[in-house]
């Protein structure tokens, strides 16, 4: 059996607080570098496209959703 591998991004409420994660994982044979790279910018975008219609705007100490949501 192959050795998991996985990536994940929290997801925050209008509180600031976690409320869940997003994850993607598998085989770590398919997590090479430039592919995790790719996971994690996406798993980090859509956290923060969850975490903003949970009403998160940030924490205050530099958490914020700028630069993760394409407003395009």
């Not at 994690?40 to 975490?51: K, N």
Request: no cysteine; net charge negative; hydrophobic share 45%.
């Amino acid at each position: 059996m192959a050795e998991a591998a996985g990536v994940a991004a929290p997801v925050f409420d209008h509180r600031g607080e976690i409320i869940a994660a997003v994850t993607i994982s598998g085989p770590e044979q398919r997590f090479k570098e430039d592919v995790v790279q790719r996971y994690i910018t996406d798993i980090t975008r859509v956290a923060a496209l969850i975490s903003r219609e949970m009403g998160f705007a940030g924490k205050g100490d530099g958490t914020s959703l700028n630069g993760l949501i394409d407003e395009g």
